[in-house]
């Protein structure tokens, strides 16, 4: 890969943990590295995990005001 596109790709990456979009391709990454025999959560499954998480709304969590 050229190192341009390799920045170009970091850099979007940033930018979008920065607005806090995760990266489903570096969970993937990450999950195929050190969990392989775990199962891998789909994009919206992923997606909304962390959107849970972030906000606090999953089951049995607090309502929030904000």
């Known amino acids: ?3 341009w596109r390799k920045a ?3 850099l979007a990456q940033t930018a979008r943990l920065m607005v ?3 990266d489903y391709d570096a969970y993937r ?3 195929a ?3 392989p025999a775990e199962p891998v959560m ?3 499954a992923f997606h ?5 998480r972030r906000y606090a709304t999953g ?3 607090p309502p929030r005001c904000c």
């Open 1 to 3: 890969m050229r190192w």
């Open 8 to 10: 170009a790709r970091r």
């Open 20 to 22: 806090g979009i995760p």
């Open 29 to 31: 990454a990450h999950r």
């Open 33 to 35: 590295a050190h969990h």
């Open 42 to 44: 789909t994009r919206a």
């Open 48 to 52: 909304r995990d962390r959107i849970e």
């Open 59 to 61: 089951k049995g969590q």
